[in-house]
């Protein structure tokens, strides 16, 4: 994990910790040189309180720190072309050029979405979707490709139980009708869509488990949220072409959740799937 990531997941960090965090995002290569005396001196905080915003993010301390963020931007620089994800390609660029600059936006947004991934809390919401008897994804706009791409993965293992209610009324009713069998994904990019503090409340309500889908620091309403999963956060919310990245990094996170449902079952679903395929696919082919 980057320690961009690291400082934007952690949890409970003061105001005087946010600012230290900031000042050395944006301050990367000097702070290679720099003692933690001098960092403190630059951020006009005392050197324990250094240690202790190191020890937040979950390292041992300020060396710690200095060799991550070294290994961070030698891996930043190694990167010959770097993708604006929200204008990825220019007005000069052809179909190749375009072809390959869209390439290289996915395999970022692939990339960082690895990297904040939690694998113990991602084992957990695997499990707590494996055992819902129905799952409810509450989401809008193009998102709800990515809620549908699942609902239909789920089907391919015998499994008729994924929801994706359509619009302010559907998932309104859905919700109310939802009891503690169930199981809800929230996909908000932002975590801010307006559809997202009403659903959460009355599923809390409702004592239905909810999991949140999106970047880092979109989960605004811990208090409601069972578990979390951060996908990467390098997209704009409004200036951009469009949401290239932040549509890719949501089908990634949701096709790994996907997997470890799948693998609870493996054998069992791999024998649906062969005693089902015949009926699916009608095709004539012959094997080679």
């Known amino acids: 994990m980057t320690l961009k990531n690291m400082i934007e997941l952690s949890n409970g960090l003061t105001p005087i910790e946010t600012e230290i965090g900031y000042y050395i ?16 001196e630059k951020t006009f905080v005392s050197k324990s309180a250094i240690h202790r915003f190191c020890k937040k993010i979950g390292l041992k301390g300020f060396n710690e720190l200095k060799v991550i963020l070294a290994k961070d931007i030698s891996e930043m620089k190694s990167d010959i072309e770097m993708i604006d994800v929200n204008y990825p390609f220019e007005r000069k660029d052809g179909s190749q050029m375009i072809a390959k600059k869209l390439s290289k936006l996915y395999e970022t947004a692939i990339y960082d979405t690895y990297d904040y991934m939690d694998f113990i809390e991602l084992h957990k919401v695997a499990q707590l979707l494996h055992k819902a008897e129905v799952i409810d994804i509450y989401t809008h706009s193009h998102n709800m490709n990515v809620a549908e791409n699942f609902q239909d993965k789920m089907l391919t293992a015998g499994k008729s139980s994924v929801e994706c209610p359509h619009g302010f009324y ?20 932002s975590g801010k869509a307006t559809f997202v503090k009403p659903i959460l409340k009355v599923l809390y309500q409702k004592k239905v488990p909810v999991v949140y889908v999106g970047k880092a620091g979109g989960n605004l309403y811990p208090q409601y949220v069972a578990g979390a999963l951060t996908i990467s956060s ?23 959740v996907f997997g470890c449902i799948y693998n609870m079952d493996r054998e069992k679903n791999i024998e649906y799937l062969k005693e089902s395929i015949g009926f699916m696919d009608d095709r004539d082919i012959q094997d080679e």
């Open 234 to 256: 390098r997209e704009n919310l409004r200036d951009r072409i469009s949401q290239f990245s932040s549509h890719i990094a949501m089908q990634y996170m949701m096709d790994v």
């Open 25 to 40: 995002l944006k301050n990367q290569e000097d702070i290679l040189d720099m003692s933690v005396i001098e960092l403190a």
């Open 170 to 189: 559907k998932q309104r009713l859905t919700a109310l009708a939802s009891n503690p069998k169930h199981a809800a994904i929230i996909l908000s990019y």
